[in-house]
């Protein structure tokens, strides 16, 4: 992604630094993408409305969050580790794995709370095994991620089998916890998922855009080099994103275990596109360096709102993959048509 | 730079490689052995029929994702591609009765135009092919199911000429292992013997250089999707074959799985340094891994877990050797060189 998009937005107020005329189109084009994902999300809200009687509705809020709040909770740490040029594959087989250690402990009479923390610290030791692997050894993310998603899964494989807890004869998960997947918090229509996300959001978007730290990813992103040599610890920040990514997969797929009252090896299996769908469509850069948290949680309301207005209206799923395709693909022609025409018209002129 | 100084280092590290190819062919034979001392059906020919068979897909795409990363790109659509050719051609069979060979052209043409597509944008556009084929990768997906409609494809819809290429023999080979093996052995060739396909590696090495040098990197990098597509289509037609059924879930996350072999095989996922062999051999490697837990009476449930072991440390490994080739480099040359 570059032109337009190479333009692209740092929200944060410490930009001094920088001239004015370059802050400013900076600004502009961060803007028009961002503001690019509300209307396409003002279009589908509408579309939506127009189309299903259901779908202003408090329990279709509800329900979206259900859908798309364990994928978007993945999103967040994903797009700090986009912004760094790096990419994390094994999100959803994390997600799967501490399900899977949570299963298994409770399945063998564990109370809930000792299982969630272990399930959270085989999250961390997951991250840091990435982390070893992508920032202390320097090996490529992407091969490293799919190394680790075939790994996880494997391992949340070994620890359930064919089981599904709670198994016949087991203690239910307590009920005052699964009710995240059917109730919303009381007094609103939202979903646990939801403001779980929405908080997250709000943390990320803080740390990105406002803080040193967040100026320092954006830095490790645009120029490793010219970052490590301007003293930014590259490595370390590298390496702790991913302890940050396994712990928040992890507490992912405790949500999900509660919201479904069940768990199996196989939960969120394949998902990782779906999340590195939601990060790239939300304007962060594959190559790292651009991108806002603001335009990843719209990215999130676009699926999510598409994806119920579709699911009421009976299209079929089928559909739903075309279109989550097209708007990647939308995604990044649009940015980079105009320069590929501008290309074009040189050749011909040269010719 | 006169020739010899230029040649040492690069019939150096061609030898390295060659040892990589020669590592992944021992490990197999080793697995090979030890399954087979633990459980003696593991030599039988049905057995090795199973093995060379259950690998054929997954090493015949790996053989056009090879010629893709070498150039410094991805693709990850293979797998929706393989589902979507596999559905239209099983389609065709049963709906328009059309010749086995017809049959072929079209699933080899549906994968090329989707090569097509995927090598336009990327090329043309100058935008990340991973993003592209992730694209691509639901859009095909999609277009299947709308195709497929929740039908399903069995095997009394397919002839049986057909479906004997998936488990004919011929001196006890696999009909599928032969083809793929006839794709490697040429693919292999190409990739060494021609300049079309030295440009790739040049495009992967050092894209600015390869530039300046006057590589048309665009059409190029356009061919290798068209080839990654090509078999994508062919591997959708020889799965049907395999398989004699198919519904939307064919194909299915092969994408990572081809990856996977192809790393395990020593391509360099940034590109430049890689063979279509060693991905095929990796691609191999993968495979008997999971026959031999099964033929060791392992659980069934370690498979994954060992095959991301083993990704893991082919990935370690391929650093470790790029460093002692760095090193050994620099000490002989007494200059700085990147690798």
Known sequence: MTSDMATRARHSPGDEGTDTAGRRARWRSAARWEVGLVV????????????????????????????????????????????????????????????????????????????????????????????ILVAKAGLPSIAVT??????????????????????????????????????????????YTTVIFLVLAVVCGVVLHATPLGRAMHAVGLQPEAAQFSGIRVRRIKFWLYVVSGVVCAFAGMLLTLQ????????????????????????????????????????????????????????????????????LLISVVVPNGGEAIGRLRERIKRK | MSTDT?????????????????????????????????????????????????????????????????????????????????????????????????????GIVLGAVVGAVNGLVTTVLRVPSLVVTLAMLYVIRGVDGMIVNGHTIDPTAIPHAFTEVGYRTLFGVPWLAIIVIVVVAVAGYAMRSFRASRDLYAIGSNPEAAALAGIPAGRRVFTAFVISGTLAGLAGA??????????????????????????????AIFGGSGTVVGAALGALLLNTINQALVASKVSSFWNMAVAGGLLLAAIAFDRWLSLRVARGLKSARGVHRDV
Do not use: C
């Open chain 2, 238 to 267: 020889l799965f049907l074959a395999l398989h004699a059924q198919v519904d939307n879930s064919g194909g299915i996350g092969y994408e990572l799985a081809v990856v996977a072999a192809v790393v395990v095989g020593g391509v």
């Open chain 2, 6 to 106: 230029a040649a040492r280092p690069v019939r150096r590290f061609e030898s390295l490689l060659r040892a990589r190819e020669l590592g992944i062919a021992i490990v197999i034979v080793l697995v090979v052995a030890i399954t087979a001392v633990r459980n003696s059906n593991f030599l039988d020919a049905q057995s090795v029929q199973q093995l060379l068979s259950g690998a054929a897909l997954i090493a015949l795409l790996s053989v056009g994702e090879t010629m893709v990363i070498i150039t410094r790109n991805v693709d990850l659509s293979v797998g929706s591609t393989v589902g979507l050719s596999a559905y239209v051609f099983g389609d065709l069979f049963k709906y328009q009765h059309i010749s086995v060979v017809a049959g072929f052209a079209v």
């Open chain 1, 146 to 191: 799919i190394g680790t998603l075939t790994l996880f899964r494997g391992l949340a494989e070994i620890l359930l089998g064919s089981l599904t807890v709670p198994a016949a004869g087991d203690r239910q998960f307590p009920a005052a916890l699964t009710n995240i997947g059917v109730a919303p918090i009381p007094g609103t229509q939202l979903s």
């Open chain 1, 40 to 131: 396409v999300l003002i279009g589908v809200l509408v579309f939506g409305a127009g189309e299903s009687s259901t779908f202003v509705d408090p329990t279709t809020f509800f329900y979206l969050g259900i859908n798309i709040g364990y994928i978007a909770i993945m999103a967040l740490p994903m797009t700090l580790i986009v912004m760094t040029g790096e990419i994390d594959l094994s999100v959803a087989s994390m997600l799967g794995l501490s399900g899977s250690v949570l299963g298994v402990l409770w399945h063998h009479g564990w109370s809930f709370v000792p299982a969630v923390v272990v399930a959270l610290l085989v999250g961390a030791l997951g991250g840091a095994l990435n982390g």
């Open chain 1, 260 to 327: 479904n009252s069940s768990v199996s090896y196989s939960a969120g299996t394949g998902l990782e596109l779906n999340v590195v769908a939601i990060v790239l469509f939300g304007g962060v850069s594959i190559f790292g360096g651009r991108g806002t948290v603001v335009g990843v949680v719209l990215s999130v309301a676009i699926f999510g709102a598409l994806q119920m207005a579709l699911t009421q209206l009976n299209v079929q799923p089928e559909i739903q993959n075309i279109i989550t395709g097209a708007l």
